[in-house]
């Protein structure tokens, strides 16, 4: 039976869905019961990761510190994970969340920019962390340059590498092909973490895992942007059922689901039509607030929104484009 | 920006033969006030070295050695190669009598924005920084904004194209980052401050731009417009690229956005980050200029 090694981002890609808000205690409460249903790995953090705090994409309700403490001493076996882009993040705050007792880092890069990581993976392998590094917006590049990507990565040390489907675009036959080239470049355990904008992150979960991926991640109740990312509570009894092993146990992590649509969410996400259209677009899910804001309060159609920024190549942390298109749009209209 | 005729030439070198590197060139050789006089790199066969060849100018691959070899010190120095040797480069070149210009994002010398005064500039101080170019398109709305009203909070946000952000670039990130965000708040005085920075693959590639987010309570939008205006005025004047893309004022968020296209043969015009940068370095090179020759002309009067 092969094991998967299940990675829970709950606490930081969910921040996107209720901007970037969540209080200490609600982060306390989902790391213990986390912890109880025997996930190996909890991420915390902002929605953007480290020192992602921002008028830019939101500000936290609770610093990075205060997230990091309180995430650490809630987890008895779990080890905690953290995220990081460069140019958002720097070596400083990783020296800081190593110090709060982070396990695991991610280093998150657009798919192309590998080398964006150099210097980040190769301090985290001299402090002593794991390193991983995930290439996001992946639906942007083809299976081979993915696959010379992650062994650049590798290079630096990341000692896990893996693909982001950022934009919920994916089909699971293209999840098949990218795992299996990246399987081919490299000896390190592969990452997929999945988006739910098609209806597809569970099956592209599985495609990933029958391709040899062994990181998977999943966010209770599918807690994330947009239309929210691979729901756990799924894909871990699916995957079970396929008999791939993850060592955790249902009816806690039933529990830690249902403490999460409690205490984490106003509603678990649902795909809106939105969603649907920026999975479409190949737009990053985080976007969708900002867009459907900006759009509403201009008077322009936010799906016409969703595939110029499509159409443009807007890549997470580029919202401030948002503020151009819909000028743009609304500039038409008054024009037309 | 006028200066007065130099009495003598001002001998420049470039050490660095990136894309900065060979648009200094392209932008000295267009200068009245300075005169190339070494481009130096590390790579007998790189096509920065071919370029200043081509223009005439001696060239070396000798690094920073040939700068030091030179039979007496350059005027000015720039230092187009990144943090990590800038600290060397200028423990080598601090002996001698040479200003150096500083493109890498070091924070060693004292940081310029040439539209934006600088508390306690003295004006001998032979390192200047030219910080980021974040940091040059952002600090004079900071500045602007911060002078007129009380700012609570500034955030600089720019989107750089990844076929111009060369592998010091890359591995400067956090050098980036932390210059411009101390840039930031030194300008503006606005302690609370924030730089993020974007490396876009987008094809065609994505014009250079820089978002200003600042929080100023009671602003009104018609005030902040014209402050914002009056700025990006000052910096057109030596960068004619630099444009007002919008300026919203929501409550007291205010998000000013600016684009820099390039200007020039080298660059592409998306590339306005490198025409941003290395413009304030030429015109910082030339108000030096400017002033060697005020004091030579009054050493020949007395």
Redesign the interface.
């Known amino acids: 039976m092969t094991a998967i090694t299940i990675h829970d981002p709950t606490l930081r890609d969910g921040q996107h869905a209720v901007r970037h808000q969540l209080s200490a205690a609600a982060l306390r409460g989902y790391a213990q019961a986390a912890d109880a249903a025997g996930i190996p790995v909890v991420e915390v953090g902002h929605g953007n990761g480290l020192g992602a705090s921002s008028l830019q994409v939101g500000q936290a309700a609770v610093s990075d510190d205060v997230m990091l403490s309180t995430v650490r001493e809630a987890l008895r076996r779990a080890r905690m994970a953290v995220f990081m882009l460069p140019g958002w993040g720097t070596s400083e705050d990783l020296r800081r969340a190593v110090t709060h007792g982070a396990d695991v880092v991610r280093i998150g890069v657009h798919c192309t920019e590998t080398s964006l990581a150099e210097r980040h993976l190769g301090f985290l392998r001299k402090v002593g962390a794991q390193a991983h590094c995930v290439l996001m917006m992946s639906h942007m590049a083809t299976p081979q340059e993915l696959a010379e990507q992650a062994a650049t990565a590798v290079e630096y040390g990341a000692q896990a590498v893996g693909i982001m489907d950022s934009a919920g675009h994916f089909l699971p036959r293209d999840v098949t092909e990218r795992i299996g080239a990246i399987l081919e470049a490299v000896d390190v355990p592969v990452i997929f973490h999945g988006h739910n904008n098609l209806g597809m992150a569970v099956a592209n979960s599985v495609a990933a895992a029958d391709a040899g991926a062994t990181i998977i991640d999943g966010c209770a109740r599918g807690f994330g942007a947009g239309a929210g990312n691979t729901q756990l509570e799924v894909l871990v009894p699916v995957l079970e059922r396929y008999g791939f092993h993850t060592g955790i146990d249902l009816y806690a992590l039933l529990d830690a689901a249902d403490l999460a649509e409690r205490e984490l969410m106003p509603a678990p996400p649902v795909i809106g039509s939105l969603s649907i259209v920026s999975g479409l677009a190949g737009v990053f899910s985080g976007f969708k607030h900002h867009v459907f804001d900006k759009a509403h309060r201009a008077g322009v159609d936010p799906r016409d929104v969703f595939f110029e920024l499509g159409r443009r190549q807007a890549i997470a942390g580029q919202e401030d484009l948002i503020v151009d298109v819909v000028a743009e749009l609304s500039a038409r209209l008054a024009a037309a | 920006m006028t200066a007065a005729e130099p009495v003598y030439p001002v001998y420049v070198a470039v050490i660095g033969t990136g894309v900065i590197g060979r648009d200094l060139v392209s932008k000295v050789h267009a200068s009245r006030l300075l005169e190339c006089a070494l481009v130096a790199g590390r790579n007998p066969g790189s096509a920065g070295l071919r370029h200043a060849a081509a223009l005439g100018y001696p060239t070396s691959a000798g690094g920073i050695d040939a700068v030091l070899a030179a039979p007496k010190p350059f005027d000015v120095v720039f230092d187009a190669t990144n943090a990590m040797s800038h600290a060397e480069h200028w423990r080598l070149l601090e002996p001698l009598d040479t200003l150096m210009v500083d493109l890498t994002p070091s924070r060693i010398g004292l940081p310029v924005v040439p539209t934006v005064p600088v508390a306690g500039a003295a004006s001998g101080t032979r390192n200047v920084s030219l910080i980021s170019c974040g940091g040059q398109a952002s600090i004079p709305i900071a500045y602007a904004l911060a002078s007129r009203f009380t700012v609570e909070?500034v955030?600089v946000?720019s989107?750089v194209a990844?076929t111009i952000a060369g592998?010091a670039t890359?591995?400067n990130?956090?050098e980036?980052?932390?210059t411009t965000q101390h840039a930031v708040t030194l300008f503006s005085g606005v302690s609370d401050t924030?730089a993020?920075?974007?490396?876009?693959?987008?094809?065609p590639p994505?014009t250079f731009?820089t978002?200003v987010?600042a929080?100023v309570p009671g602003a009104s939008a018609e005030a902040v417009g014209a402050v914002v205006a009056d700025a990006a005025r000052r910096v057109r004047r030596f960068v004619p690229g630099y444009d007002l893309?919008?300026c919203?004022v929501a409550g007291d968020?205010v998000?000013v956005?600016l684009e820099v296209i390039a200007g020039g043969d080298v660059l592409p015009r998306y590339a306005g980050n490198l025409d941003i940068i290395n413009s304030a370095a030429i015109l910082v090179a030339e108000r030096h200029a400017a002033r060697r020759s005020r004091v030579a002309l009054e050493a020949v009067g007395r």
């Open positions: 909070y955030e946000v989107t990844s592998r890359r591995l990130l956090d980036y980052v932390a924030k993020i920075l974007n490396i876009s693959p987008a094809v994505a731009r978002a987010h929080i893309v919008a919203t968020r998000v956005s």
